[in-house]
């Protein structure tokens, strides 16, 4: 398995992580009046900024979650699933940072929620 190197790379593990978020029994409404044509692509940016180095993401994440009522089983479920789409994919560097800024940023997350 490779690392997350490319913006390809980045567009297919969030299409695979959303792939599982729809179908999810616990959090998949979250996500049913999405666009996901123009939805999956700001989430690459935001991660392409984060993994690559490439700029291109501007919104405000933190306040596009404030009004979804998150709770904390919600978070550790977008977790699971996010670190899953991530290991059956990719490996290396790049994966491991993706794993740990997650989990870093949904912890920020709940504590500002
Ligand atoms: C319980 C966990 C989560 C749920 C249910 C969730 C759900 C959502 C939904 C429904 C949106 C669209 C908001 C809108 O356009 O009005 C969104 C946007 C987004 N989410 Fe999450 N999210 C969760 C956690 C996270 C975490 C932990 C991260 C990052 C580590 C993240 C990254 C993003 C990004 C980058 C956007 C795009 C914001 C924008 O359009 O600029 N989400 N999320």
New binding site residues.
């Given amino acids: 398995m490779k690392d997350i190197t490319t913006y390809e790379d980045v567009l297919n593990l969030i299409t695979r992580f959303y792939d599982k978020l729809i179908l999810d029994e616990q959090?998949g409404h979250?996500?049913q009046e999405?666009n996901l044509n123009t939805?999956i692509p700001?989430?690459a940016d935001?991660w392409a900024f984060i993994l690559i180095d490439q700029p291109g993401y501007s919104?405000?994440?933190m306040t596009?979650?404030a009004k979804?009522h998150?709770s904390e089983p919600?978070?550790e479920?977008?977790?699971q699933l996010f670190h899953a789409t991530i290991n059956e994919n990719f490996e290396g560097t790049k994966a491991n940072l993706a794993i740990e800024?997650?989990s870093l940023?949904?912890w920020t997350?709940k504590s500002k929620l």
């Fill in positions: 959090i979250f996500f999405l939805h700001r989430v935001f919104g405000n994440m596009a979650h979804l998150l919600d978070f479920r977008w977790l800024r997650s940023i949904a997350m």
